[in-house]
């Protein structure tokens, strides 16, 4: 199905939002320059469970440069209360600690600020429940895992495939706790006139975030604008709104006609924009004894919380990885007294490969194989869980481009053997693995401004990947013009519907509707249009999506070196090699995949958001105790990837590349941190400690 | 955060007696800690006192061959000065190892030693801190204490002093000098920083409202060796989990001077007398120094969940005297 000619496809075009970023002229959400705003500072529960008492806001109240102080007493009623994330202030219950119970309007920040210090809460206190355990009697199945997959599955005979097994891998694997810390902290600026809202927000989807919020106060969606120009990154923490949202379009309903500022500082963000759950996942490999696999077991326990459900799909990767005829894979949920968990950085795919890779990396030890060895054995023909031909998979291709370039032989598989004084020096691989997809509902309008000039026009977003270069890209060559004659807009849900900027699907979903528009277009109105036309067109359905497995793969290797008195790890060099389709812009591409690949060296040794269950939040709150990888943590990075075109997956023959970089990342550190030490740690994030025996 | 008085000192004179005659005034210099605190109301001031632009920038090298450090010399230019860097790597290192280039450039000398715990707890205004509040109790025992003491602790704090400098200038004997309305005083570094004992919201003992002027360190010993090894969960800006600050003379073999302190154990830099004693006159070498260790830590008392301290600090202190042999020859 590729139809698109590429011209400006390809190219490194630098990023056309630079100049603007680097001079700071840029705006993002909170820095829009209204008239007269007034500022926002939540108050939060200091319980984790429980029920508010009293509210004492007479301090807050006389504090000069207040305007108002919201509190569960006095707040408005929702329309719809169904989103137990966004629905806030209606009752006083306390469902989980730092859950947003008020808040204060005034005119400074600081003001604001100290206001929300002053008022003082009583509550009736409850015992919560906030630790997972994977023995905790209240675990239960949900109907079905994020991105609508199956809860369990189950393919052939696991328990007898297993009990026959010649070589047996049964272990647990646990990752913890983590928060998407985007740069910029969720903000937004509400305004409400005239029973219309105007939301400058930093979201991962305008036209997403609208729905949500139109439905929440009961407003035709017409009557919602949301505006994001430039998102200072999300990480899935931007998918859809949070509570915060809710607060400030209720301060702006309070005060019609003054823009609401609220920017969450960063210890808020630990409390109230989504996380990554802990995860506790217990393999099992069953296989012969020259490295064939016989049978996968999955089964993972994750949290949720009490006021809606998420279910991460950590166990979907183990479905279609490698070949085995009989696999089984199951999620489990504890609905604890949390903050609810979200979308984050490659949610399912990102933990489940951990683990899986790291069993893979312990079945080709009890095999006495080479770990790229393994993986070649047990290389599927076809998608083990549906049939279905790859449209593109080539990860053998990955393994074996990367094994060269990253001098991967000869190596001595014996662990805790090569070292160059004090420092033991080991090498590890993973596999990546990413789903292909295209959204639904994305439209996109094209304008002809002036002779050979065309605006395009989608409610797409940039939140930092490269999107206003890429898809100038796109519709230059959809359009066959130069990229100069592209005025694209983006970020506005005046604009084209379009589709959230999650799952790695934006470049593709977007320019698929942006492709459909240039044809219509120009079925329309010619290659000599008059200026002023205007066509506006859907993206069609992807027939292919059904037939084929559709999915980007890569290699990941690692070198790392550890201390043999302190069991200081450092990571001397990572390389990933990837299969990712026809490639839109290698400069943005390249700075998509190492940042994957750093955040999966960050999750692999770093990241933990700690729980104290004595309290119920997150102690860890900021960057200085929430750690997540210095420049000075990756001394060589770099990404290749295959040349490729995707004949299945959308106009441009391209795959999303957001988040396949930290997929398999963490594994290939971890299995080089084995190989350096010859010790195994399952318990993410891996720290000297572990390694000090 | 309160509202506050901003007042720019125009002299030291100035700073001294403004805040003698304010109880509720602090001083402001680099900003990197105080700022953060007001703002999540840790500290409540009435008055800050800005002091971070008064003469006190100097770096001199006196005729007794020891260093006089300006209070508000930068701790980037101090660990960029050519004699810090050549006479004592020991304190250019420790510098180095601390926050991020951003926060070098703007922290000073004397705001580096009166920096705060970084103890969650004491950062968090919704836990109980005996340090922050005293009589509320010490939520780190019991909590998450990987950063927590495991040398001189109290039931009433856990808490470690999270400075790199500091504990590079307690293993040099450096004195700091200060100044109150009596005039100027000197105290060693090594009696600056208090143990918490009953009195854990009290981190040093400098008097109230006296304002430190500057930091001296004697000449480093003739043919000492220093260096500072700092162990932690990321290889740049992370407080230690452990540090070592070591200077050792030897002569054919056998150690004449050894002057060591720990970072990231204690509630203040630990200067380790102990490993010190069981280091002098003995052969330098592995078993030498791995005794010394034992010795040293043979006093610590770990909490749940930071018992691997103890054993890291022992390797960390081994491995950085291996590492100062090795350096020499």
Same mark, same amino acid.
């Given at each position: 199905?590729?139809?698109?000619?590429?011209?400006?496809?390809?190219?490194?075009?630098?990023?056309?939002?630079?100049?603007?970023?680097?001079?700071?002229?840029?705006?993002?959400? $909170?820095?829009?320059?209204?008239?007269?705003?007034?500022?926002?500072?939540?108050?939060?529960?200091?319980?984790?469970?429980?029920?508010?008492?009293?509210?004492?806001?007479?301090?807050?109240?006389?504090?000069?440069?207040?305007?108002?102080?919201?509190?569960?007493?006095?707040?408005?009623?929702?329309?719809?209360?169904?989103?137990?994330?966004?629905?806030?202030?209606?009752?006083?219950?306390?469902?989980?600690?730092?859950?947003?119970?008020?808040?204060?309007?005034?005119?400074?920040?600081?003001?604001?600020?100290?206001?929300?210090?002053?008022?003082?809460?009583?509550?009736?206190?409850?015992?919560?429940?906030?630790?997972?355990?994977?023995?905790?009697?209240?675990?239960?199945?949900?109907?079905?895992?994020?991105?609508?997959?199956?809860?369990?599955?189950?393919?052939?005979?696991?328990?007898?495939?297993?009990?026959?097994?010649?070589?047996?891998?049964?272990?647990?694997?646990?990752?913890?706790?983590?928060?998407?810390?985007?740069?910029?902290?969720?903000?937004?600026?509400?305004?409400?006139?005239?029973?219309?809202?105007?939301?400058?927000?930093?979201?991962?989807?305008?036209?997403?975030?609208?729905?949500?919020?139109?439905?929440?106060?009961?407003?035709?969606?017409?009557?919602?604008?949301?505006?994001?120009?430039?998102?200072?990154?999300?990480?899935?923490?931007?998918?859809?709104?949070?509570?915060?949202?809710?607060?400030?379009?209720?301060?702006?309903?309070?005060?019609?006609?003054?823009?609401?500022?609220?920017?969450?500082?960063?210890?808020?963000?630990?409390?109230?924009?989504?996380?990554?759950?802990?995860?506790?996942?217990?393999?099992?490999?069953?296989?012969?004894?020259?490295?064939?696999?016989?049978?996968?077991?999955?089964?993972?326990?994750?949290?949720?919380?009490?006021?809606?459900?998420?279910?991460?799909?950590?166990?979907?990767?183990?479905?279609?990885?490698?070949?085995? *005829?009989?696999?089984?894979?199951?999620?489990?949920?504890?609905?604890?007294?949390?903050?609810?968990?979200?979308?984050?950085?490659?949610?399912? !795919?990102? *933990?489940?490969?951990?683990?899986?890779?790291?069993?893979?990396?312990?079945?080709?030890?009890?095999?006495?194989?080479?770990?790229?060895?393994?993986?070649?054995?047990?290389?599927?023909?076809?998608?083990?869980?549906?049939?279905?031909?790859?449209?593109?998979?080539?990860?053998? !291709?990955?393994?074996?481009?990367?094994?060269?370039?990253?001098?991967?032989?000869?190596?001595?598989?014996? *662990?805790?053997?090569?070292?160059?004084?004090?420092?033991?020096?080991?090498?590890?691989?993973?596999?990546?693995?990413?789903?292909?997809?295209?959204?639904?509902?994305?439209?996109?309008?094209?304008? $002809?401004?002036?002779?050979?000039?065309?605006?395009?026009?989608?409610?797409?977003?940039?939140?930092?990947?490269?999107?206003?270069?890429?898809?100038?890209?796109?519709?230059?060559?959809?359009?066959? $013009?130069?990229?100069?004659?592209?005025?694209?807009?983006?970020?506005?849900?005046?604009?084209?519907?379009?589709?959230?900027?999650?799952?790695?699907?934006?470049?593709?979903?977007?320019?698929?509707?942006?492709?459909?528009?240039?044809?219509?277009?120009?079925?329309?109105?010619?290659?000599?249009?008059?200026?002023?036309?205007?066509?506006?067109?859907?993206?069609?359905?992807?027939?292919?999506?059904?037939?084929?497995?559709?999915?980007?793969?890569?290699?990941?290797?690692?070198?790392?070196?550890?201390?043999?008195?302190?069991?200081?790890?450092?990571?001397?060099?990572?390389?990933?090699?990837?299969?990712?389709?026809?490639?839109?812009?290698?400069?943005?591409?390249?700075?998509?995949?190492?940042?994957?690949?750093?955040?999966?060296?960050?999750?692999?040794?770093?990241?933990?958001?700690?729980?104290?269950?004595?309290?119920?939040?997150?102690?860890?709150?900021?960057?200085?105790?929430?750690?997540?990888?210095?420049?000075?943590?990756?001394?060589?990075?770099?990404?290749?990837?295959?040349?490729?075109?995707?004949?299945?997956?959308?106009?441009?023959?391209?795959?999303?590349?957001?988040?396949?970089?930290?997929?398999?990342?963490?594994?290939?550190?971890?299995?080089?941190?084995?190989?350096?030490?010859?010790?195994?740690?399952?318990?993410?994030?891996?720290?000297?400690?572990?390694?000090?025996? | 955060?309160?509202?506050?008085?901003?007042?720019?000192?125009?002299?030291?004179?100035?700073?001294?007696?403004?805040? +003698?005659? /304010?109880?509720?005034?602090?001083?402001?210099?680099?900003?990197?800690?105080?700022?953060?605190?007001?703002?999540?109301?840790?500290?409540?001031?009435?008055?800050?006192?800005?002091?971070?632009?008064?003469?006190?920038?100097?770096?001199?090298?006196?005729?007794?061959?020891?260093? /006089?450090?300006?209070?508000?010399?930068?701790?980037?230019?101090?660990? +960029?000065?050519?004699?810090?860097?050549?006479?004592?790597?020991?304190?250019?290192?420790?510098?180095?190892?601390?926050?991020?280039?951003?926060?070098?450039?703007?922290?000073?000398?004397?705001?580096?030693?009166?920096?705060?715990?970084?103890?969650?707890?004491?950062?968090?205004?919704?836990?109980?801190?005996?340090?922050?509040? @005293?009589?509320?109790?010490?939520?780190?025992?019991?909590?998450?204490?990987?950063?927590?003491?495991?040398?001189?602790?109290? @039931?009433?704090?856990?808490?470690?002093?999270?400075?790199?400098?500091?504990?590079?200038?307690?293993?040099?004997?450096?004195?700091?000098?200060?100044?109150?309305?009596?005039?100027?005083?000197?105290?060693?570094?090594?009696?600056?920083?208090?143990? @918490?004992?009953?009195?854990?919201?009290?981190?040093?003992?400098? @008097?109230?409202?006296?304002?430190?002027?500057?930091?001296?360190?004697?000449?480093?010993?003739?043919?000492?060796?220093?260096?500072?090894?700092?162990?932690?969960?990321?290889?740049?800006?992370?407080?230690?989990?452990?540090?070592?600050?070591?200077?050792?003379?030897?002569?054919?073999?056998?150690?004449?001077?050894?002057?060591?302190?720990?970072?990231?154990?204690?509630?203040?830099?630990?200067?380790?007398?102990?490993?010190?004693?069981?280091?002098?006159?003995?052969?330098?070498?592995?078993?030498?120094?791995?005794?010394?260790?034992?010795?040293?830590?043979?006093?610590?008392?770990?909490?749940?969940?930071?018992?691997?301290?103890?054993?890291?600090?022992?390797?960390?202190?081994? +491995?950085?005297?291996?590492?100062?042999?090795?350096?020499?020859?």
């Amino acid at each position: 199905m590729t139809a698109v000619q590429p011209h400006a496809i390809g190219t490194a075009l630098t990023r056309l939002d630079g100049p603007a970023k680097v001079t700071g002229t840029a705006p993002y959400a $909170c820095e829009y320059q209204l008239d007269a705003p007034l500022y926002l500072h939540p108050i939060q529960a200091t319980i984790a469970r429980g029920r508010i008492t009293a509210m004492d806001t007479a301090d807050a109240q006389a504090t000069h440069g207040v305007t108002a102080v919201l509190t569960v007493f006095d707040a408005p009623k929702l329309a719809d209360t169904s989103d137990g994330d966004l629905t806030i202030l209606q009752d006083n219950q306390v469902h989980y600690r730092g859950q947003l119970i008020g808040a204060v309007l005034a005119e400074t920040a600081e003001t604001a600020r100290h206001a929300a210090g002053l008022v003082r809460v009583d509550y009736d206190t409850e015992t919560h429940h906030t630790e997972l355990s994977p023995e905790d009697p209240d675990l239960y199945a949900p109907e079905e895992v994020n991105a609508g997959f199956p809860t369990d599955t189950t393919d052939g005979d696991v328990e007898a495939a297993l009990r026959d097994a010649e070589v047996l891998v049964d272990q647990t694997y646990t990752t913890p706790h983590e928060h998407n810390n985007p740069m910029e902290p969720h903000s937004c600026i509400a305004l409400w006139d005239n029973g219309s809202l105007t939301l400058y927000d930093s979201t991962q989807g305008v036209h997403a975030a609208r729905e949500k919020l139109a439905t929440l106060f009961g407003l035709e969606p017409g009557r919602v604008r949301i505006v994001a120009k430039n998102v200072g990154g999300g990480f899935g923490s931007k998918g859809a709104p949070h509570s915060h949202n809710t607060l400030a379009i209720m301060a702006a309903q309070r005060v019609p006609g003054r823009p609401i500022k609220l920017a969450l500082t960063r210890q808020q963000m630990f409390d109230v924009v989504g996380y990554r759950t802990p995860t506790i996942q217990h393999l099992k490999l069953g296989a012969t004894t020259d490295g064939r696999i016989t049978a996968f077991r999955h089964d993972v326990v994750e949290q949720s919380a009490t006021v809606k459900e998420f279910a991460e799909q950590t166990a979907v990767v183990t479905r279609m990885m490698y070949a085995s *005829p009989n696999r089984a894979t199951s999620h489990r949920l504890a609905k604890l007294d949390v903050a609810v968990p979200f979308w984050m950085r490659a949610p399912g !795919e990102c *933990p489940g490969t951990y683990a899986l890779e790291v069993a893979m990396d312990e079945l080709a030890v009890a095999c006495d194989l080479d770990p790229i060895e393994l993986r070649l054995r047990n290389e599927p023909d076809v998608d083990p869980e549906t049939g279905n031909p790859w449209s593109d998979r080539r990860l053998v !291709e990955c393994l074996s481009t990367g094994a060269e370039r990253f001098g991967w032989h000869p190596r001595n598989p014996e *662990p805790g053997v090569r070292s160059n004084g004090e420092w033991l020096i080991g090498t590890g691989v993973a596999s990546s693995v990413y789903p292909a997809m295209n959204m639904p509902g994305n439209a996109a309008r094209i304008e $002809c401004t002036a002779p050979g000039r065309y605006a395009v026009a989608i409610g797409a977003v940039d939140i930092g990947t490269g999107t206003w270069t890429a898809l100038t890209q796109i519709a230059a060559d959809v359009l066959d $013009c130069d990229v100069d004659a592209v005025e694209l807009q983006i970020g506005d849900t005046d604009l084209p519907s379009a589709s959230v900027e999650g799952g790695s699907s934006g470049i593709s979903s977007w320019g698929t509707a942006i492709h459909a528009a240039a044809q219509q277009f120009r079925h329309d109105h010619g290659d000599n249009p008059t200026p002023g036309v205007t066509t506006t067109a859907e993206a069609p359905e992807n027939e292919d999506a059904q037939n084929y497995g559709m999915y980007s793969f890569g290699a990941q290797f690692a070198e790392a070196h550890v201390s043999r008195y302190t069991g200081e790890i450092h990571i001397a060099r990572m390389l990933g090699v990837f299969s990712i389709g026809r490639v839109i812009n290698p400069a943005t591409l390249r700075s998509q995949l190492i940042g994957g690949m750093t955040m999966g060296l960050s999750m692999a040794l770093h990241e933990e958001s700690v729980r104290d269950h004595r309290f119920g939040h997150i102690v860890t709150r900021d960057l200085a105790s929430y750690h997540i990888s210095a420049h000075a943590d990756i001394p060589e990075i770099d990404a290749l990837w295959l040349d490729s075109v995707d004949e299945h997956s959308n106009p441009m023959g391209s795959r999303g590349a957001g988040e396949i970089g930290i997929v398999g990342s963490a594994a290939a550190v971890a299995n080089a941190i084995y190989h350096a030490t010859g010790v195994r740690v399952r318990d993410l994030p891996i720290m000297c400690d572990a390694l000090l025996s | 955060m309160n509202p506050f008085a901003y007042h720019r000192a125009t002299s030291v004179q100035d700073a001294v007696t403004t805040v +003698a005659e /304010r109880p509720d005034a602090v001083y402001l210099a680099g900003g990197t800690n105080l700022v953060d605190h007001m703002k999540l109301g840790v500290a409540e001031t009435a008055l800050v006192v800005d002091v971070g632009h008064l003469p006190l920038y100097d770096i001199d090298h006196l005729d007794d061959g020891s260093l /006089r450090i300006g209070a508000d010399v930068r701790n980037a230019d101090l660990a +960029a000065h050519p004699i810090v860097r050549s006479r004592y790597p020991v304190l250019a290192r420790a510098l180095l190892a601390g926050a991020s280039g951003q926060l070098r450039n703007l922290a000073t000398t004397a705001g580096n030693l009166l920096q705060r715990t970084r103890c969650v707890y004491f950062q968090d205004v919704t836990t109980p801190c005996n340090k922050r509040s @005293p009589g509320q109790g010490c939520s780190a025992i019991g909590g998450y204490v990987r950063y927590h003491a495991i040398l001189g602790a109290s @039931p009433h704090c856990m808490a470690t002093h999270p400075s790199d400098m500091a504990v590079a200038m307690t293993a040099l004997d450096a004195q700091v000098v200060y100044v109150d309305v009596d005039g100027e005083h000197r105290l060693p570094l090594t009696d600056f920083h208090r143990l @918490p004992g009953e009195e854990p919201h009290r981190d040093t003992n400098l @008097p109230a409202g006296a304002l430190i002027t500057a930091v001296e360190i004697p000449a480093p010993l003739d043919g000492a060796h220093s260096t500072y090894r700092k162990v932690r969960d990321r290889n740049s800006y992370a407080f230690a989990l452990t540090s070592v600050a070591a200077e050792l003379v030897t002569e054919d073999g056998t150690i004449n001077s050894a002057r060591i302190a720990l970072g990231g154990v204690a509630h203040k830099p630990w200067r380790a007398h102990r490993a010190e004693h069981a280091l002098l006159g003995q052969p330098a070498g592995e078993d030498t120094f791995t005794a010394a260790a034992d010795h040293e830590l043979a006093q610590a008392e770990p909490l749940e969940g930071n018992e691997f301290k103890v054993e890291l600090t022992r390797r960390t202190l081994v +491995a950085t005297l291996l590492g100062l042999m090795e350096g020499h020859q």
